[in-house]
């Protein structure tokens, strides 16, 4: 089977079933990608489909055809996703970090659909847990890329 | 328990067989990925410091600076650091505070964990933990001092080198200089001799004055925000080997079955990737190539579970059939006796024979999971020369090497215990029994002959956490005609985790059980806090903020009814009972003054809703801390709208990352007291993944407004400090809206009027 992840087609070995998630970790062997619950359910394994955020966890390989797949290790050649980072690293957002590649992912794909997001729009589209609490932090980080209002966000003196 | 068969083993693999390895080496590199063919991505051990070999037993832990430093020829040095990053910012503390001293700027360091060793026992200078927020308060001094003996080293070599006395060098950031020459080496240019020099003992250094500090007490970033955010960071779940297969396990549903046959055990083996079906304590693995098919197939098995005999389960704590949640919590309620005393100040009975009016109460707590986003993993590896590497997310390294020895049957030395960071872990990665995958991934490495990296999903991490104590607290309270609080009696039923690890003493009370309860600063005459013991049958653990996790909510939740009992304003009365408390008074008028002053409500807030506010305070780790929430109910769900939670730790490192700790705490607070509840029937969990444990996400997630202030008092802790206030606040608030007592978390199974 043919994937085209990261702006190469490679071939793959895994069974069909196989989430994308494990194709990306344990075949191709890119570890940011991560691992949280096998359900959908944390967004820790958010990639890019075609610039839409999707789940990778329950997604089988199978089902991708020929979409394009972006990870992590790809985010900074893309245009938003290099903006996304460089904010995400300048306003410190992660602590732990194993959440943050999905939360930069679901971010990417949000202010790649829509350039000013609202607080609602951010609070719609950023629904990736983050057990160390960086929830204010993302929504600042984001408004802050947007240029649009951080109302939502918390502050800190 | 070797039931591992080597003639279930199945040799054939039918997809990314091995002959396709080079192949897909090419397509990885083509991709993009950085893939080797020996170690991948980290575990490349470094070459030994030269330390290593010149390790002085005589030195005091946290000296020997060859140990804890590598400097490269680029100017950038190599910390390992005694204390594992897990979003809390030690790294960044570490080189903060070693950078200070040694001069050397925080951004020039790489810091990872240090490997297990004496030299690393820096907490007192006796033991090695990440936890208990312990971590630079209790290691500050010595850390302090190797840097400023790294910085001697440096002088020492740059003497060497530029032929000049040391007392006629200087350094700046990152170079040693000699003014009267105008020379200056830069220290990636002493790099290969400064670690050749005598290390001072470090009693010998003179620390630097504070008032010249340049990076501790500022805003340093974080040195690991850019792997973090670009999925370079290495975590346990990432760390691979060469050779390496995967694992997958299926747990007994309760702790203390025992696997018994395997019924489908040939389809099992038939199933795609298999190679080998295993039994271990308490669980069934599948081995494969790809942890996919490692999981669908040991999912698939059908096992047997066999319950232990009585000898058995008078060794482990055995999970019985019938154990529920609901019945345990009434059994907790229903506890009676006087308990064993933890605290004592005046006395309690004439406290009470005097009063104008009494308050009783009882308050209760749920279990709840750590649910750290990364489940628990083990990479094992044994080497040809009998030594074994093990990757682990742990928080205390020679702890885990010693019992990882004893499942290896091997000695504590052979053992080279890799701390990846972690992906959170709030007190999930201490050793608990049957908790961590280690023994799982020593004994298949073992059976198999290659390394093995064991993976749990997160119904089997959920099945296997370690939970925060259920308790219940009997409170009684007297005021006195003026509505003052005279007496308070708080007698807890709970298991502390300390005492749920270590055993029971019955003349002893679990510190941990009852903290929160204790060491309350308010002025109340007469008090008496003690703690029975209710043995619980799931495993305990050590949860962010541990005690106070629950009995700050419990406290202060019946203060306020106290103060509603007497007429009083809570804000008011505690500052009435902290009247003398300077640091105590400063911090609730700065948490008042941060929320825009105090006011209680209910209130109309500008959207409409109906609001009220509830305030409370914890002395929690060395530290205090002071909370405010503003809440609504909106479709009869109660809303935080905004918490503002104030630390004083006393003195500080980095107030960027202290607040980062506050909003973080305060944001798993909320969770805790609103969303999160581990219920057990019969015997097993309701939940076992996110959908059934919710855990607080963005929508539900309040604004938070953090302020740190430096008081001077002695150094406390941070990580955990900010979380044990939120809680109560929330109910307080809750309380003063609704009118309605909140005496139990978590609150959204409270029935509530709308405000």
Same mark, same amino acid.
């Given at each position: 089977?043919?994937?085209?992840?990261?702006?190469?087609?490679?071939?793959?070995?895994?069974?069909?079933?196989?989430?994308?998630?494990?194709?990306?970790?344990?075949?191709?062997?890119?570890?940011?990608?991560k691992?949280g &619950?096998?359900?959908? =359910?944390?967004? #820790?394994?958010?990639? @890019? *489909?075609?610039?839409?955020?999707?789940?990778?966890?329950?997604?089988?390989?199978?089902?991708?055809?020929?979409?394009?797949?972006?990870t992590?290790?790809?985010?900074?050649?893309?245009?938003?996703?290099?903006?996304?980072?460089?904010?995400?690293?300048?306003?410190?957002?992660?602590?732990?970090?194993? &959440?943050?590649?999905g =939360?930069?992912? #679901?971010?990417?794909? @949000? *202010?790649?659909?829509?350039?000013?997001?609202?607080?609602?729009?951010?609070?719609?589209?950023?629904?990736?847990?983050?057990?160390?609490?960086?929830?204010?932090?993302?929504?600042?980080?984001?408004?802050?890329?947007?240029?649009?209002?951080?109302?939502?966000?918390?502050?800190?003196? | 328990?070797?039931d591992?068969?080597?003639?279930?083993?199945?040799?054939?693999?039918?997809?990314?067989?091995?002959?396709?390895?080079?192949?897909?080496?090419?397509?990885?590199?083509?991709?993009?990925?950085?893939?080797?063919?020996?170690?991948?991505g980290?575990?490349?051990?470094?070459?030994?410091?030269?330390?290593?070999?010149?390790?002085?037993?005589?030195?005091?832990?946290?000296?020997?600076?060859?140990?804890?430093?590598?400097?490269?020829?680029?100017?950038?040095?190599?910390?390992?650091?005694?204390?594992?990053?897990?979003?809390?910012?030690?790294?960044?503390?570490m080189?903060?505070?070693?950078?200070?001293?040694?001069?050397?700027?925080?951004?020039?360091?790489?810091?990872?964990?240090?490997p297990?060793?004496?030299?690393?026992?820096?907490?007192?200078?006796?033991?090695?933990?990440?936890?208990?927020?312990?971590?630079?308060?209790?290691?500050?001094?010595?850390?302090?001092?190797?840097?400023?003996a790294?910085?001697?080293?440096?002088?020492?070599?740059?003497?060497?080198?530029?032929?000049?006395?040391?007392?006629?060098?200087?350094?700046?950031?990152?170079?040693?200089?000699?003014k009267?020459?105008?020379?200056?080496?830069?220290?990636?240019?002493?790099?290969?001799?400064?670690?050749?020099q005598?290390?001072?003992?470090?009693?010998?250094?003179?620390?630097?004055?504070?008032?010249?500090?340049?990076?501790?007490?500022?805003?340093?970033?974080?040195?690991?925000?850019?792997?973090?955010?670009?999925?370079?960071?290495?975590?346990?779940?990432?760390?691979?080997?060469?050779?390496?297969?995967?694992?997958?396990?299926?747990?007994?549903?309760?702790?203390?079955?025992?696997?018994?046959?395997?019924?489908?055990?040939?389809?099992?083996?038939?199933?795609?990737?298999?190679?080998?079906?295993?039994?271990?304590?308490?669980?069934?693995?599948?081995?494969?190539?790809?942890?996919?098919?490692?999981?669908?197939?040991?999912?698939?098995?059908?096992?047997?579970?066999?319950?232990?005999?009585?000898?058995?389960?008078?060794?482990?704590?055995?999970?019985?059939?019938?154990f529920?949640?609901?019945?345990?919590?009434?059994?907790?309620?229903?506890?009676?006796?006087?308990?064993?005393?933890?605290?004592?100040?005046?006395?309690?009975?004439?406290?009470?024979d005097?009063a104008?009016?009494?308050?009783?109460?009882?308050?209760?707590?749920?279990?709840?999971?750590?649910?750290?986003?990364?489940?628990?993993?083990t990479?094992?590896?044994?080497?040809?020369?009998?030594?074994?590497?093990?990757?682990?997310?742990?928080?205390?390294?020679?702890?885990?090497?010693?019992?990882?020895?004893?499942?290896?049957?091997?000695?504590?030395?052979?053992?080279?215990?890799n701390?990846?960071?972690?992906?959170?872990?709030?007190?999930?990665?201490?050793?608990?029994?049957?908790?961590?995958?280690?023994?799982?991934?020593?004994?298949?490495?073992?059976?198999?002959?290659?390394?093995?990296?064991?993976?749990?999903t997160?119904e089997?991490?959920?099945?296997?956490?370690?939970?925060?104590?259920?308790?219940?607290?009997?409170?009684?309270?007297?005021?006195d005609?003026?509505?003052?609080?005279?007496?308070?009696?708080a007698?807890?039923?709970?298991?502390?985790?300390t005492?749920?690890?270590?055993?029971?003493?019955?003349?002893?009370?679990?510190?941990?059980?009852?903290?929160?309860?204790?060491?309350?600063?308010?002025?109340?005459?007469?008090?008496?806090?003690?703690?029975?013991?209710?043995?619980?049958?799931?495993?305990?653990?050590?949860?962010?903020?541990?005690?106070?996790?629950?009995?700050?909510?419990?406290?202060?939740?019946?203060?306020?009814?106290?103060?509603?009992?007497?007429?009083?304003?809570?804000?008011?009365?505690?500052?009435?009972?902290?009247e003398?408390?300077?640091?105590?008074?400063?911090?609730?008028?700065?948490?008042?003054?941060?929320?825009?002053?105090?006011?209680?409500?209910?209130?109309?807030?500008e959207?409409?809703?109906?609001?009220?506010?509830?305030?409370?305070?914890?002395?929690?780790?060395?530290?205090?801390?002071?909370?405010?929430?503003?809440?609504?109910?909106?479709d009869?769900?109660?809303?935080?709208?905004?918490?503002?939670?104030?630390?004083?730790?006393?003195?500080?490192?980095n107030?960027?990352?202290?607040?980062?700790?506050?909003?973080?705490?305060?944001?798993?607070?909320?969770?805790?007291?609103?969303?999160?509840?581990?219920a057990?029937?019969?015997?097993?969990?309701?939940?076992?993944?996110?959908?059934?444990?919710?855990?607080?996400?963005?929508?539900?997630?309040?604004?938070?407004?953090?302020?740190?202030?430096?008081?001077?008092?002695?150094?406390?802790?941070?990580?955990?400090?900010?979380?044990?206030?939120?809680?109560?606040?929330?109910?307080?608030?809750?309380?003063?809206?609704?009118?309605?007592?909140?005496?139990?978390?978590?609150?959204?199974?409270?029935?509530?009027?709308?405000?």
């Open positions: 089977m043919k994937l085209k992840i990261n702006g190469k087609s490679v071939d793959v070995q895994s069974g069909p079933d196989t989430p994308l998630l494990w194709v990306i970790r344990d075949e191709l062997g890119m570890t940011g990608t691992f &619950c096998g359900i959908a =359910q944390c967004g #820790a394994c958010s990639v @890019l *489909l075609d610039g839409m955020v999707q789940r990778s966890c329950v997604l089988p390989v199978s089902a991708v055809g020929d979409s394009e797949v972006t992590i290790e790809e985010i900074e050649n893309d245009p938003v996703g290099k903006r996304v980072v460089e904010a995400w690293v300048d306003k410190e957002v992660p602590q732990c970090g194993y &959440c943050q590649s =939360q930069v992912m #679901a971010a990417t794909s @949000l *202010l790649k659909s829509n350039d000013k997001p609202t607080e609602d729009d951010i609070t719609a589209a950023m629904t990736n847990l983050c057990r160390c609490g960086t929830y204010n932090a993302i929504n600042d980080t984001i408004a802050s890329i947007a240029g649009t209002d951080a109302a939502k966000a918390g502050d800190a003196q | 328990m070797n591992h068969d080597p003639k279930i083993s199945n040799p054939g693999y039918p997809t990314g067989a091995p002959e396709n390895v080079s192949r897909r080496r090419f397509l990885l590199a083509s991709a993009g990925i950085t893939a080797g063919s020996l170690v991948l980290f575990g490349l051990s470094v070459a030994p410091n030269k330390a290593a070999a010149a390790a002085a037993k005589d030195m005091p832990p946290g000296s020997n600076v060859p140990a804890f430093l590598e400097l490269r020829k680029d100017g950038k040095v190599r910390l390992l650091s005694p204390f594992n990053e897990g979003g809390q910012g030690v790294f960044t503390a080189a903060q505070i070693v950078g200070e001293e040694m001069d050397v700027a925080p951004d020039s360091f790489i810091v990872e964990n240090a297990a060793g004496s030299d690393y026992l820096v907490v007192y200078g006796k033991m090695r933990i990440t936890g208990g927020s312990m971590s630079v308060r209790t290691s500050y001094d010595t850390m302090r001092k190797l840097g400023a790294a910085r001697q080293m440096m002088l020492e070599a740059a003497a060497k080198k530029l032929d000049a006395p040391v007392s006629d060098l200087s350094t700046e950031p990152g170079k040693v200089v000699h009267a020459s105008g020379k200056s080496l830069g220290y990636g240019e002493l790099a290969g001799d400064a670690l050749d005598e290390v001072p003992s470090p009693d010998s250094v003179t620390l630097k004055d504070p008032k010249d500090f340049k990076w501790i007490g500022e805003p340093v970033k974080r040195v690991d925000v850019y792997e973090k955010s670009t999925g370079k960071a290495i975590y346990a779940m990432d760390a691979k080997v060469d050779g390496m297969l995967h694992a997958a396990v299926q747990h007994a549903p309760r702790l203390g079955l025992k696997p018994g046959d395997i019924s489908n055990l040939d389809e099992v083996k038939g199933m795609a990737g298999v190679m080998s079906v295993h039994k271990l304590d308490g669980a069934v693995a599948v081995v494969a190539e790809r942890f996919w098919d490692a999981k669908t197939a040991v999912e698939a098995a059908k096992v047997d579970w066999q319950e232990p005999s009585e000898d058995e389960k008078s060794k482990i704590r055995y999970m019985p059939a019938d529920s949640t609901e019945e345990f919590a009434k059994q907790l309620a229903n506890t009676k006796g006087d308990g064993t005393e933890a605290e004592s100040e005046g006395d309690i009975t004439s406290g009470f005097g104008a009016k009494t308050v009783d109460a009882t308050y209760q707590s749920q279990y709840l999971h750590h649910a750290q986003i990364e489940p628990a993993s990479l094992a590896r044994f080497n040809e020369d009998g030594t074994l590497d093990i990757w682990l997310p742990n928080q205390a390294p020679e702890q885990f090497q010693a019992q990882i020895a004893d499942a290896a049957r091997i000695k504590p030395e052979q053992v080279k215990v701390s990846p960071m972690l992906g959170g872990f709030f007190g999930r990665h201490f050793l608990y029994p049957a908790a961590n995958p280690f023994p799982q991934a020593v004994q298949l490495a073992k059976e198999v002959g290659k390394p093995i990296k064991v993976i749990w997160r089997q991490e959920f099945l296997r956490d370690p939970l925060r104590p259920m308790a219940a607290v009997r409170f009684r309270g007297a005021l005609d003026q509505g003052m609080p005279v007496a308070l009696e007698i807890s039923a709970c298991e502390g985790p005492e749920a690890l270590n055993g029971h003493n019955p003349d002893k009370v679990d510190a941990m059980a009852v903290e929160g309860l204790t060491g309350k600063s308010y002025a109340i005459p007469n008090r008496r806090i003690a703690q029975n013991f209710v043995e619980n049958p799931t495993s305990l653990a050590y949860w962010r903020s541990v005690g106070h996790s629950m009995n700050d909510f419990f406290y202060e939740a019946f203060l306020d009814e106290m103060a509603d009992a007497g007429g009083q304003d809570p804000y008011e009365l505690r500052m009435k009972l902290l003398g408390n300077e640091r105590l008074t400063n911090l609730l008028k700065a948490v008042g003054d941060l929320s825009g002053g105090w006011k209680r409500g209910p209130f109309d807030a959207d409409g809703t109906r609001r009220a506010r509830g305030v409370a305070m914890a002395s929690p780790f060395g530290s205090e801390a002071a909370a405010i929430a503003e809440v609504s109910i909106q009869g769900q109660i809303v935080v709208h905004d918490i503002w939670d104030v630390l004083d730790p006393g003195s500080i490192v107030p960027a990352i202290i607040k980062a700790q506050i909003m973080g705490a305060a944001t798993l607070g909320t969770s805790e007291a609103l969303i999160e509840e581990v057990y029937k019969n015997g097993e969990p309701t939940a076992r993944n996110f959908d059934y444990y919710p855990i607080l996400g963005g929508a539900r997630a309040p604004r938070i407004h953090a302020k740190v202030i430096e008081s001077g008092a002695k150094m406390g802790g941070v990580g955990e400090p900010p979380l044990p206030a939120v809680p109560p606040a929330i109910a307080n608030a809750v309380s003063a809206l609704t009118g309605q007592r909140v005496r139990s978390m978590p609150m959204d199974k409270l029935d509530l009027k709308k405000g």
